[in-house]
């Protein structure tokens, strides 16, 4: 059995001005086939949610700090303070970075619509989020 790797998340400055890349990913070498199928499994269906909520909790910080404040955590509730800032001339575009990926290194589609790719023997996903009007 190889040793257990970690998923890791790096934040790194995007393309565009005022954009982050949210990189998560997982090294998956060494493992035997039955580890790297749970391996797949588990990335997709469970650690792209934790990525998730590193994106929600990033997007409530730039809308606080551009004076939008969300009513609670529901998506109607996030959707509105996004209607709000547009309102004040500024918005927000959240991007998968893999969406258009070459096929042959897709693996999967997490459940909350990330694609989920694997390079070698690293699993990963990526979101963008843009924020115009700055």
Do not use: H, W
Not at 9 to 21: L, V
Not at 30 to 50: C, P, Q
Not at 76 to 101: P, T, V
Request: aromatic fraction near 6%.
């Amino acid at each position: 059995m190889a040793k257990k790797e970690s998923v890791k998340i790096d934040i790194i400055d995007g393309e565009e001005e005022n954009s982050k890349i949210y990189i998560m990913s997982l090294n998956v070498g060494g493992l035997n086939t039955y580890e790297l199928a749970k391996a797949k499994r588990k990335f997709i269906n469970n650690e792209t949610k934790v990525l998730e909520m590193v994106l929600e909790s990033d997007l409530r910080d730039i809308l606080k700090a551009n004076g939008v404040i969300p009513q609670d955590g529901s998506e109607d509730a996030l959707n509105k303070a996004f209607a709000q800032l547009e309102a004040k001339g500024k918005s927000i575009s959240i991007i998968d970075r893999y969406f258009e990926m070459n096929g042959e290194k897709i693996i999967g589609e997490s459940p909350n619509k990330m694609t989920v790719i694997q390079e070698g023997n690293i699993l990963s996903c990526a979101m963008e989020i843009i924020i115009y009007g700055v």
